[in-house]
Each structure stands twice: as C-alpha cells, then as structure tokens.
C-alpha cells in the first residue's frame, strides 16, 4: 500500500494561485494512478484531477480545465495540483488518492490522504 499526506491548502482570494502536495511513502508510488478529489461542505465528494503512472496522461474535471494543472514526481514521490484562477466555488477540502487505474471515479482509488482546506474568498 500507498500512505498519502496532503499539504498547501490555505486561504486565498479570488483569482489567486495555491499550489497542493500530497507526499507517499511506499514501495510501489510509481505504479498508481493518483487522483485529486475535493468536496464541499453539503456535497458529494467530487473528481478534480488524475494522472497516470508516468505521468504522461491527465484527466480534468470540465470545471478546472485551464486552470488546475497535476503533475507528479516519482523520484519525490509526491503529486501536485496546482490551483490557479482561484474561485470561491473551489472552496473544498481537497483529497489525493491512490490507485491502479486513472480516472474520475471514486471506488477506483484504493488510497487515501487526509485532505486539506482550500478557502477561496471574495
């Protein structure tokens, strides 16, 4: 298994920049899909990102394409979602998992992080 721990949340204004890490330990990083996920107070859990083992194939939510970019480091062992644009509606906890394959679905993620709090004002 994959142990993920997410950082970088915080408050920003509208329009402004959070870059989000989520730091693995474990022996086999570089084999999962890694998915980013958020939700909001009231809400179902939502997909936001994911990449593939490589890193050569991304997947977005239509409502963060062009503005939330995921990246990842396996030499780091560490994923990234970088927030750009920033609305108030990306007020979430933010969630990286885990998992063999990529995609927007939640029962496809074996492992989770803890999340952290992005809050977006006006």
């Known amino acids: 298994q994959v142990q993920l721990v997410e950082s970088g949340g915080g408050l920003v204004q509208a329009g402004g920049s959070l870059r989000l890490a989520c730091a693995a330990s474990?022996?086999?990083?570089?084999?999962?899909?890694m998915g980013w996920f958020r939700q909001a107070p009231g809400k179902e859990r939502e997909f936001v990102a994911a990449?593939?083992?490589?890193?050569?194939?991304?997947y977005y939510a239509d409502s963060v394409k062009g503005r939330f970019t995921i990246s990842r480091n396996n030499a780091k062992q560490t994923v990234y979602l970088q927030l750009n644009s920033l609305k108030p509606e990306d007020t979430a906890v933010y969630y990286c998992?885990?998992?063999?394959?990529?995609?927007?679905?939640?029962?496809?993620?074996?492992?989770w992080g803890q999340g952290t709090q992005v809050t977006v004002s006006s």
């Open positions: 998992a885990a998992g063999p394959n990529p995609g927007r679905h939640e029962f496809l993620y074996e492992n």
């Open positions: 474990g022996r086999t990083f570089s084999s999962y899909a």
């Open positions: 990449i593939s083992w490589g890193g050569g194939s991304t």
